[in-house]
């Protein structure tokens, strides 16, 4: 149950946490498996106390290398809302507190040591901000402002560089099959419609073959 004492808000995944094993670990600390990373966690361990799905009108892309996901690209989305692109997003119900902490996580930083302010109202107001100051090296640096959802905000954040300026790169096969193995756990889907989801995705398409993703989605 809510707590409405504190302010809680919509975390929009759209990467490798829409699985929730692998999302938990922001929370509650731990070993990423297989990687050598290991999170610190919040420092409130409450569990997101909602969950659901939207489908978001930003664009869906992968770009750079992480060191932890076999040296390949991540996911990001375009900052600039697009009626025709479709991203599929799970939803986690957290408090504003552990929102920020996640996406220092997802930056790489402890939060116990760097942790800025982020206002989300004036994300609201304007649909975009971003985190920090012009010269923290942050991926995802962007903060965005989804809409709401049973009366809490929804938002995400995404990289800090401009959408014209995006290189796309390959995915690695772990990376993309934890995004897989999210989306079965979140959204009653085919594997031709995660298929169909997927194959024509910035650093997808033109870099990992049809059939190889085909039977990467059935495995």
């Known amino acids: 149950m809510v707590n409405m004492r504190s302010k809680y808000v919509w975390y929009a995944c759209y990467g490798s946490n829409l699985n929730k094993k692998r999302f938990l670990l922001y929370i509650l600390g731990g070993p990423l498996e297989g990687t050598g990373r290991i999170h610190p966690g919040c420092s409130n361990k409450e569990l997101p106390n909602r969950e659901s799905t939207i489908t978001i009108p930003f664009e869906l892309y992968f770009s750079k290398k992480s060191k932890f996901w076999e040296n390949m690209a991540i996911s ?58 012009k010269d923290d090296f942050l991926w995802y640096g962007k903060h965005l402002y989804i809409g709401e959802k049973e009366a809490f905000p929804i938002f995400s954040f995404t990289a800090k560089w401009a959408d014209d300026t995006i290189e796309c790169e390959k995915p690695g096969k772990k990376y993309l099959k934890t995004i897989i193995n999210g989306i079965k756990e979140s959204f009653d889907l085919s594997h031709d419609e995660i298929f169909s989801y997927l194959k024509n995705k910035c650093g997808i398409k033109s870099e990992i073959s049809e059939v190889e993703l085909y039977e990467l989605i059935k495995s």
């Open 76 to 133: 990001f989305v375009k900052s600039k809302r697009d009626k025709s692109a479709r991203t599929l997003c799970r939803l986690y119900l957290v408090s504003e507190e552990q929102f920020i902490e996640i996406m220092m996580q997802e930056n790489n930083k402890n939060p116990s040591y760097m942790k800025p302010e982020i206002d989300f109202q004036l994300t609201m107001k304007t649909g975009v901000s971003t985190i920090g100051n």
